[in-house]
């Protein structure tokens, strides 16, 4: 039974908490043992939804307080003796030994000795000689397996007759012995509890032994509303170096899904085997990052359709026994993209996502389909913030969270809030608890006015440009200083440049879309303005895609046929035929490599008044103060510099006009001069001061369905605003710090 | 006849001056008119010898005057009535026109539209559809010679049945109607006389007619002592916008030595021809800074023999007539480069090189073949600096070049000093004529205690690894930063990092070697310490070679050997097989650029307390906050960091050890922490503290011949310093500011 199309958008989680309160549209994390508290904060907050954690059970007593319950699931690691006998079973991945320097014609590598030995254990059962490479780095060709034995006692691999001096790696397969979830928890969290291990449901044994307990899960749980998934199959990767450090991570990446059964099907389906520097790329695996290979993107199309036939089934399993689904993004939620149109094959229910920030928002709020949806908001009730000798600052990161979330939401709404971990941390800050409830309460009231409708956008369709499209739409587009950055593992924190963050609060539609699509389809006859934005040689920027004519083609032509582009930190840039940034000729600036050292820059003077730059209020900082970029045409208006160093610029191509950005770290100032690039840029200008506020640390959203308009400020200060209506009439709001007026 | 080799390294100039005064060894530039200054100037700064200059004569007064006299002349421009009747004699270079973005099937393309009418005409002699190359640079491939037609009266090409929003170019050939230096003074010193025109000797008619002129030349110069070759064939390349605004500059390149006539005979003699695309590459133009083609160095070695075939004649010539010859370096010096084993053989007998600091002194001091070493010194007595208003600041100038070369002085001295330009000029400006009077009696002073020794190096021999090696020995290896400089087109002004400068002052032996050496023979058995300084990609990084392994194997060699290599900037950077430095192994560090964002760096701790840090002083300057450079191995040791941004990094490797720099401008804690890495790097920590001056701002050099140590102060203030024998033993020395003291 298919349960109809997204109840809660409109109403209470629940038919049973509906008519209850003017609350609702909160979900809290509950627990056995701490029902007081449970009480407590469904008044205070208003939640209409109780759910369990990792960890945590649920007691009688809460069941039965009449909230819609979900109970949290996830599959693979759920039940323990599976695994523990059927070792072959558990998810493999290759890894890439760390790099070792012959001394002499003989070199001794073990694979292992980079990674964490009670995490991963290398994978004996399969031919080592089949499906491990030994691959001399120095030359990039593969040794002769004749030319290397592996010890499988000591996992130890001696490789005879090679270059000295030369560099030497083994790709090697491994069975993961430990979650990563599981692993994270005892680490972050001080658990002692045995390792959870994960099994893999690409083994039909495996996939049957599963669904067999989850049959029996479902029967177990007759009070459960809503089976929420955490995820459905694969985790996303983290490798763990010989200490237990993570030495690579990567959120949306397939790193974490192999199996030597899956390498074969791939095969015998796709017409070519993937070799294990598929996976391993040279040791950058594939991260998002790096431009996807075709083998790659075929793999990821393969372990998706897994993935969806998999999640089908258990909502398939779960709507017979009369319960909806969540889906949580995060752990397991490999293959899981919702804005694949597969997703939506598997019937889920309810989106969950964790939000930090504005970008974290619309990654939930734009998915397609209709879906409840759902915000998990940080920090979560955990020790690291929730400190337990209360020296922690959870208000301050919710405050912060939450106003980027705030300009966001006003632009595509979600349905729900939910918090998760340990509830009993959260009331050792009272302040914290106060001001959840005023979140909550400003949350339902942009529910209210809003009446199930949505802002509206200016006439002006934004596309953002990169390899992944919708594989990762709304996902962040790091660029280096991400590297340098000692970040706190839970949590997305950007450094540096923030060009989505800026773009996830202003009144446009916003799509992603590939180079593959562009190859194909051109750009989208429905877009007025591309974005490209990333590093140079990225996935985000796009590298070698730029030296491929369709793309640069199809570029020019949409922007001179009186299309808009902007153009971020490394935009169009690959070295080829004379240019690094292949649309130089588009936005009239290069950059400078090391190629052009001997050559003169073109002289340009800082415009003192263009529509982009006008109104800011403040100097928009650009987060660097040499971006190496130079002026390379006479009619490139400059729009702000260091020196010779552009930091941006504008340029007419054609009937349409370009926009230079040397990088946008996220904040008001740069927020707001996004928000006039994109409508200068699609020659929108007169379209600015319709519903427009004015200030820029002030923005607004006009409802049409209920006529309401909302003024917000985003600012620790009070402002002034003055606020243009549809006709471009003004008024002069004043606001108070973070407030939120409704008009 | 052939004069006895380097008469005026141990003495005066000549005979003429020898007995004269206790002065000597400096030229000074005169000019007809001036004869009383002349005479008060050679008295106070001790001259012995007199030149003319570009556009001045001397006159019979100043002949007699019983010095040593310098005459000027630059042959290929001498005389202009030949070139205006032999229009096709002229030099001859390929132009790129600027790109241009096509926007339907036809493109119109004026060549000459980016480049400046009175310097370049279009060759219409030689058949454009056999020299010239329309190429897209969308593809990178050739447009068929069916698909365009030059107008050779509107001098445009158009090109039919391409492809809209393709970029196009047009590889060009022109001939020079005007000299590059002829136009230099015209725009800098307001010249208003005709403009000169040079001629290209490579043809044969050209060629006799310039030696029956030189022959001429040489009858009307009784009086001359010395024929001041300025300097032989080709110019450097100087490109000239629309607006005579240089927009490509190339001291040390070959691009204005081209004639139809010689790519023929190359052709003929290399078995291939070169396409104009050879010398155009990509619009960058073969410049100093990028990897050099195999075409390109065949062309160089190719022009190099026909300049010392010429240079030889005109030498030849000269000794016949009973004259000396110097070279001056800039100009027309290309093909002429000093390190090439067949410069020698032209018989030069003294060199004149223009040096602004140590690394233009080494440029000129460290040149084989034991000439004659005159430096012309900053600033020229040109209307730019010495301002006819007074309100000029030459002394300061003056000064500040004078600390560098001093430095580098002590480690390979030079044999006389010499100014150019108008002497009247410098008359306005009582402070610096008494500023010179002072420098040359030190400069002397040098001369008087060395007694034509050299200064004790450290057992240490440094090997500068570049792709030019000895034809570019002391070039800057410039970075970005020196394109976002606004530079004074006279003097090489260095923007951010000049490892070679700080190198210049230390008392170790240098060499420069190619990555085509290295390939052939390994590292030079005498070595012990590789520098690889550049900007990755560059020529003075290696870019692709890097990924040959010859070159991997054979540095890597001889570091596990016990060999140093300290890498700054891009060393051994090349984006291949999972690095981007390919020494990442030796080095410990490597860079992020995009592949490895969500891969961790090793975290590691500043060294508290290192050989190569110690006593420095000062913090260093890196020049930068952001190296993007991580530590990638545990056992590197971290020197210097900013976050997680690597300033400095030191790591064993074998029986070697390895440094690597961020960056090095030039100060004195940063040439101190260069002798310090280079000693650390050569294992030979111990040999550090004979003949060592403790304080950074000063240094020491000893010299055994006359047993004499010289103790500099290069800074503005009083110092104090020990100063260690060559036992080690030490003693105290004060300084005043600038003071060098003899012990």
């Given at each position: 039974?298919?349960?109809?199309?997204?109840?809660?958008?409109?109403?209470?989680?629940?038919?049973?908490?509906?008519?209850?309160?003017?609350?609702?549209?909160?979900?809290?994390?509950?627990?056995?043992?701490?029902e007081k508290m449970v009480i407590e904060l469904t008044k205070k907050w208003g939640a209409d939804a109780i759910r369990d954690s990792?960890?945590?059970?649920?007691?009688?007593?809460?069941?039965?307080?009449?909230?819609?319950?979900?109970?949290?699931?996830?599959?693979?690691?759920?039940?323990?003796?599976?695994?523990?006998?059927?070792?072959?079973?558990?998810?493999?991945?290759?890894?890439?030994?760390?790099?070792?320097?012959?001394?002499?014609?003989?070199?001794?590598?073990?694979?292992?000795?980079?990674?964490?030995?009670?995490?991963?254990?290398?994978?004996?059962?399969?031919?080592?000689?089949?499906?491990?490479?030994?691959?001399?780095?120095?030359?990039?060709?593969?040794?002769?397996?004749?030319?290397?034995?592996?010890?499988?006692?000591?996992?130890?691999?001696?490789?005879?007759?090679?270059?000295?001096?030369?560099?030497?790696?083994?790709?090697?397969?491994?069975?993961?012995?430990?979650?990563?979830?599981?692993?994270?928890?005892?680490?972050?969290?001080?658990?002692?509890?045995?390792?959870?291990?994960?099994?893999?449901?690409?083994?039909?044994?495996?996939?049957?032994?599963?669904?067999?307990?989850?049959?029996?899960?479902?029967?177990?749980?007759?009070?459960?509303?809503?089976?929420?998934?955490?995820?459905?199959?694969?985790?996303?990767?983290?490798?763990?170096?010989?200490?237990?450090?993570?030495?690579?991570?990567?959120?949306?990446?397939?790193?974490?899904?192999?199996?030597?059964?899956?390498?074969?099907?791939?095969?015998?389906?796709?017409?070519?085997?993937?070799?294990?520097?598929?996976?391993?790329?040279?040791?950058?695996?594939?991260?998002?990052?790096?431009?996807?290979?075709?083998?790659?993107?075929?793999?990821?199309?393969?372990?998706?359709?897994?993935?969806?036939?998999?999640?089908?089934?258990?909502?398939?399993?779960?709507?017979?026994?009369?319960?909806?689904?969540?889906?949580?993004?995060?752990?397991?939620?490999?293959?899981?993209?919702?804005?694949?149109?597969?997703?939506?094959?598997?019937?889920?229910?309810?989106?969950?996502?964790?939000?930090?920030?504005?970008?974290?928002?619309?990654?939930?709020?734009?998915?397609?389909?209709?879906?409840?949806?759902?915000?998990?908001?940080?920090?979560?009730?955990?020790?690291?913030?929730?400190?337990?000798?209360?020296?922690?600052?959870?208000?301050?990161?919710?405050?912060?969270?939450?106003?980027?979330?705030?300009?966001?939401?006003?632009?595509?709404p979600v349905d729900r809030l939910g918090y998760g971990g340990y509830l009993r941390l959260a009331l050792k800050y009272p302040d914290f608890i106060?001001?959840?409830?005023?979140?909550?309460?400003?949350?339902?009231?942009?529910?209210?006015?809003?009446?199930?409708?949505?802002?509206?956008?200016?006439?002006?369709?934004?596309?953002?440009?990169?390899?992944?499209?919708?594989?990762?739409?709304?996902?962040?587009?790091?660029?280096?200083?991400?590297?340098?950055?000692?970040?706190?593992?839970?949590?997305?924190?950007?450094?540096?440049?923030?060009?989505?963050?800026?773009?996830?609060?202003?009144?446009?539609?916003?799509?992603?879309?590939?180079?593959?699509?562009?190859?194909?389809?051109?750009?989208?006859?429905?877009?007025?303005?591309?974005?490209?934005?990333?590093?140079?040689?990225?996935?985000?920027?796009?590298?070698?895609?730029?030296?491929?004519?369709?793309?640069?083609?199809?570029?020019?032509?949409?922007?001179?046929?009186?299309?808009?582009?902007?153009?971020?930190?490394?935009?169009?840039?690959?070295?080829?035929?004379?240019?690094?940034?292949?649309?130089?000729?588009?936005?009239?600036?290069?950059?400078?490599?090391?190629?052009?050292?001997?050559?003169?820059?073109?002289?340009?003077?800082?415009?003192?008044?263009?529509?982009?730059?006008?109104?800011?209020?403040?100097?928009?900082?650009?987060?660097?103060?040499?971006?190496?970029?130079?002026?390379?045409?006479?009619?490139?208006?400059?729009?702000?510099?260091?020196?010779?160093?552009?930091?941006?610029?504008?340029?007419?191509?054609?009937?349409?006009?370009?926009?230079?950005?040397?990088?946008?770290?996220?904040?008001?100032?740069?927020?707001?001069?996004?928000?006039?690039?994109?409508?200068?840029?699609?020659?929108?200008?007169?379209?600015?001061?319709?519903?427009?506020?004015?200030?820029?640390?002030?923005?607004?959203?006009?409802?049409?369905?209920?006529?309401?308009?909302?003024?917000?400020?985003?600012?620790?200060?009070?402002?002034?605003?003055?606020?243009?209506?549809?006709?471009?009439?003004?008024?002069?709001?004043?606001?108070?710090?973070?407030?939120?007026?409704?008009?």
């Open positions: 039974m298919k349960p109809t199309k997204s109840p809660a958008s409109q109403k209470p989680a629940s038919a049973k908490s509906a008519a209850k309160s003017t609350g609702g549209f909160i979900t809290l994390p509950a627990e056995k043992g701490e990792d960890g945590t059970e649920l007691s009688k007593e809460i069941l039965d307080m009449g909230m819609e319950i979900y109970s949290t699931t996830c599959l693979v690691r759920a039940e323990q003796k599976y695994p523990r006998e059927h070792m072959d079973q558990l998810p493999q991945k290759y890894l890439m030994s760390d790099p070792v320097t012959a001394q002499s014609a003989t070199v001794v590598i073990d694979p292992m000795a980079g990674f964490y030995r009670e995490k991963y254990v290398i994978d004996t059962k399969h031919s080592a000689k089949k499906y491990w490479e030994v691959i001399d780095r120095t030359t990039g060709k593969v040794v002769p397996t004749s030319k290397w034995k592996l010890d499988t006692k000591t996992g130890k691999v001696t490789v005879k007759g090679i270059t000295p001096f030369h560099v030497y790696t083994v790709n090697f397969l491994v069975f993961q012995i430990w979650d990563t979830t599981s692993m994270y928890n005892h680490l972050t969290n001080n658990w002692n509890k045995p390792h959870v291990i994960s099994v893999d449901p690409y083994h039909k044994q495996c996939w049957d032994h599963l669904m067999k307990f989850y049959d029996k899960y479902l029967e177990d749980h007759p009070k459960t509303d809503v089976v929420r998934l955490t995820t459905l199959a694969y985790h996303f990767a983290v490798d763990s170096d010989q200490d237990a450090v993570d030495k690579f991570r990567d959120w949306t990446g397939y790193q974490d899904t192999i199996s030597v059964l899956a390498l074969e099907d791939f095969a015998k389906q796709y017409g070519y085997r993937l070799r294990g520097e598929d996976f391993v790329d040279q040791g950058y695996y594939n991260a998002a990052c790096r431009v996807p290979s075709k083998g790659y993107l075929d793999w990821m199309k393969f372990i998706h359709k897994f993935v969806v036939k998999y999640g089908k089934e258990l909502v398939k399993r779960a709507n017979k026994a009369g319960k909806r689904t969540a889906i949580f993004w995060g752990d397991h939620w490999i293959g899981v993209e919702p804005y694949k149109p597969d997703f939506l094959k598997m019937g889920i229910d309810i989106h969950v996502g964790a939000a930090e920030d504005g970008v974290a928002l619309r990654r939930i709020s734009d998915t397609p389909g209709g879906l409840v949806k759902e915000l998990r908001l940080y920090p979560y009730f955990f020790p690291d913030v929730f400190k337990e000798d209360g020296t922690g600052e959870p208000t301050a990161e919710s405050l912060s969270n939450w106003i980027k979330i705030r300009r966001a939401l006003m632009r595509k106060e001001h959840v409830t005023e979140l909550c309460n400003e949350f339902r009231a942009f529910k209210l006015n809003a009446d199930g409708g949505e802002s509206l956008k200016a006439p002006i369709k934004v596309a953002v440009l990169n390899c992944w499209g919708n594989w990762k739409a709304w996902i962040n587009s790091f660029g280096a200083p991400q590297k340098f950055l000692v970040k706190r593992p839970d949590v997305i924190q950007v450094a540096g440049t923030n060009l989505l963050e800026c773009l996830a609060g202003l009144p446009v539609e916003v799509q992603f879309i590939s180079f593959e699509e562009v190859e194909k389809g051109g750009i989208p006859k429905d877009v007025q303005v591309v974005i490209n934005d990333g590093d140079a040689e990225t996935a985000w920027s796009g590298g070698s895609w730029w030296a491929n004519p369709k793309i640069v083609e199809a570029v020019r032509k949409f922007i001179s046929n009186g299309g808009g582009f902007i153009g971020c930190r490394g935009p169009s840039a690959h070295m080829h035929q004379g240019r690094y940034f292949q649309l130089a000729d588009v936005m009239g600036v290069d950059k400078e490599v090391g190629s052009t050292l001997q050559s003169a820059t073109v002289l340009a003077q800082v415009e003192e008044k263009h529509f982009i730059t006008e109104g800011l209020g403040a100097k928009p900082d650009f987060g660097t103060n040499e971006t190496f970029v130079y002026v390379c045409d006479r009619e490139t208006k400059l729009l702000a510099a260091n020196g010779l160093h552009v930091m941006a610029a504008a340029k007419s191509f054609g009937k349409g006009r370009s926009v230079f950005l040397g990088a946008l770290p996220y904040d008001l100032t740069n927020s707001r001069l996004l928000h006039r690039a994109i409508f200068w840029a699609a020659g929108k200008e007169a379209e600015l001061t319709k519903w427009y506020s004015e200030n820029p640390a002030t923005e607004c959203a006009y409802y049409p369905k209920t006529k309401k308009l909302v003024v917000v400020n985003n600012s620790d200060k009070p402002q002034t605003t003055k606020v243009f209506d549809g006709q471009g009439k003004a008024t002069s709001v004043s606001l108070k710090p973070y407030e939120s007026r409704w008009i």
